[in-house]
């Protein structure tokens, strides 16, 4: 029996770790499953674990209000230490590009345990754009022995960093298995105003990248979008950072078609992301999620490591500058053949498969 530890920090690790998780609960003959959490999102990592109905087996909680990431980095490498020593996994799992996944490698490196990094070889080639995550990644991916690239442009970024090709496995991405399963379970989507009468614009937006002058500016084309066309309701989730929380607050603040939300569950985010006529975000996973359910996707980023989307045509660029974004925005709402084009295109993310495939590798 192999014992597999899987080290989550964060909310879209834990959606992108849950069917691996629960698909290792289908072989208790084959494998020991336990989870740690450092709890580097604390509230929003609850969410996600309680929805997928997953206990950790540790839980560090070593989420700090403002912590700088410095400080978070050396509590959880000595917070993962002591959970390898107790656990002596034969694998660590680890998920994307956050701290927690650096840390976490690092530390089984340091007692020579084996890493499998899922969702590896993602790459922008810049390393403060996104940052931390280029750099966190490139680290995870020196230190993995296990490589599960989503694509088969990630296993070609990792080939050409000289990565073993007997180490790295296209597998898809597991956030396709996590969507498409939470899709199929309904949910009440009781936001306290009517989802009907007017074409949704979903915004997400939190890179680290964007605080300041860059921030400012996608929420002053929010605004904009909004007083332009009165047939539309924008709902933003709005991160708790307080980097995020003062302009949104600042700027966005009292129109009466422009919603402010706490932060959403993973389930009601889900299908209100399948109800939207259109996504604004600077999050990396969406940009995977949204193709899946046919939604178009504007990146308010400069750079992304998920250029299949952006090639495939579901998705595209747009910065962070106010007249770019009202500008696609715009033209997404007003020019129906453009609309369709982006809406149509199947998904280059996988086929809901992923966790199966990485577990089966585990078995072999």
Not at 174 to 188: E, G, H, M, R, Y
Request: proline share 6%; aromatic share 6%; with cysteine.
């Amino acid at each position: 029996m192999r014992k597999i530890l899987t080290i989550i920090g964060t909310r879209p690790e834990a959606i992108k770790l849950a069917p691996v998780i629960l698909e290792l609960k289908k072989y208790p003959e084959s494998f020991q499953s336990t989870v740690c959490v450092t709890a580097q999102h604390r509230k929003l990592l609850d969410q996600v674990l309680a929805w997928f109905g997953i206990t950790p087996d540790f839980d560090l909680d070593l989420m700090e209000e403002n912590q700088q990431l410095a400080q978070f980095a050396s509590r959880a490498l000595s917070g993962i230490h002591e959970v390898l020593g107790k656990v002596a996994p034969d694998v660590v799992l680890v998920q994307g590009d956050t701290t927690t996944v650096m840390v976490a490698a690092l530390a089984s490196f340091y007692k020579k345990i084996p890493v499998g990094h899922v969702e590896a070889g993602l790459r922008t080639n810049d390393r403060y754009n996104p940052f931390p995550e280029e750099i966190n990644r490139r680290v995870a991916g020196v230190l993995a022995t296990l490589h599960f690239a989503p694509t088969k442009r990630a296993a070609e970024a990792l080939v050409a960093e000289q990565v073993p090709q007997g180490n790295i496995y296209i597998t898809g991405n597991t956030v396709v298995d996590a969507l498409l399963w939470t899709i199929k379970s309904p949910v009440t989507l009781d936001l306290g105003f009517s989802l009907d009468e007017k074409r949704i614009i979903l915004v997400t937006a939190h890179r680290r990248e964007n605080f300041g002058e860059p921030f400012i500016s996608l929420c002053r084309a929010l605004r904009d979008i909004a007083e332009r066309n009165p047939d539309v309701r924008v709902l933003y989730p709005v991160h708790p950072n307080p980097n995020v929380r003062e302009p949104v607050g600042q700027i966005l603040t009292g129109h009466p078609r422009i919603h402010l939300l706490e932060p959403l569950r993973y389930e009601i985010f889900s299908h209100l992301m399948n109800r939207a006529y259109l996504i604004l975000t600077d999050s990396g996973g969406i940009q995977e999620e949204a193709p899946v359910l046919g939604k178009p996707v504007l990146v308010m980023r400069n750079t992304t490591e998920r250029p299949e989307a952006i090639e495939a045509g579901t998705a595209r660029l747009v910065g962070t500058g106010r007249e770019r974004i009202v500008e696609e925005t715009e033209r997404l709402l007003k020019n129906s053949e453009h609309y369709q084009r982006m809406a149509s295109v199947q998904s280059p993310f996988g086929d809901g498969r992923a966790a199966e495939r990485i577990v089966g590798i585990l078995k072999s």
